[in-house]
T-cell receptor
Framework: EAGVAQSPRYKIIEKRQSVAFWCNPI?????LYWYQQILGQGPKLLIQ????????DSQLPKDRFSAERLKGVDSTLKIQPAKLEDSAVYLC????????????FGPGTRLTVL | KQEVTQIPAALSVPEGENLVLNCSFT??????LQWFRQDPGKGLTSLLL?????REQTSGRLNASLDKSSGRSTLYIAASQPGDSATYLC???????????FGAGTRLFVKA
């Protein structure tokens, strides 16, 4: 069974530029999560989708971050414009039905903002 | 507000030792707790998921326990090996308005 796929694996941009990350969850998984992990910290949930609906986006900085999951399968997370403090690893995860189920993570995208 | 704490932040043990990693949470209204392993530069690997109605889960040399009333979970690793060296993270899934919240992790180093 294929795992959660993410791309790109690494991205370096300058502040005020835009960047987008892509995630393809495990086939058949209804719930998809985006997390931000700053060095030395645990992941912080940014947004959670169930199918193509948003379940929770309370910690998403909506002035600069956006995410979509239009067909209920893959998802994109965008930052526009980026700030220095956005430097982090962005992790995507999926679970079968809801967040009652086990979460499976992708390899992450390491973003460096200069 | 739910807070998740993992102590110690780092741990170094000789190979073969049995060890316990701790995870505590402030709000007992959780519906599950999951333990993960993270290797440097990699994503998270799920180790064990404990539902709120369960007391423990076991997988191989790993055993995780959950005590909701005291707000604690422990991950027991038997007969540690150098390959167990990684950061171990716990995450709680909650009811009542919060979603998944992670601790900062325990960095484990097992010396050969």
């Amino acid at each position: 069974e294929a795992g959660v796929a993410q791309s790109p694996r690494y991205k370096i941009i300058e502040k005020r530029q835009s960047v987008a990350f892509w995630c393809n969850p495990i086939s058949g998984h209804a719930t998809l999560y985006w997390y931000q992990q700053i060095l030395g910290q645990g992941p912080k949930l940014l947004i959670q989708f169930q199918n193509n609906g948003v379940v929770d986006d309370s910690q998403l900085p909506k002035d600069r971050f956006s995410a979509e999951r239009l067909k209920g399968v893959d998802s994109t997370l965008k930052i526009q414009p980026a700030k220095l403090e956005d430097s982090a690893v962005y992790l995507c995860a999926s679970s079968l039905l809801t967040d009652l189920n086990e979460q499976f993570f992708g390899p992450g995208t390491r973003l460096t903002v200069l | 507000k739910q807070e998740v704490t993992q102590i110690p932040a780092a741990l170094s043990v000789p190979e073969g030792e049995n060890l316990v990693l701790n995870c505590s949470f402030t709000d007992s209204a959780i519906y599950n707790l999951q333990w993960f392993r993270q290797d440097p530069g990699k994503g998270l690997t799920s180790l064990l998921l404990i539902q709120s109605s369960q007391r423990e889960q076991t997988s191989g040399r790993l055993n995780a326990s959950l005590d909701k009333s005291s707000g604690r979970s422990t991950l027991y690793i038997a007969a540690s090996q150098p390959g167990d060296s990684a950061t171990y993270l716990c995450a709680v899934g909650g009811t009542g308005g919060f979603k998944t919240i992670f601790g900062a992790g325990t960095r484990l180093f097992v010396k050969a």
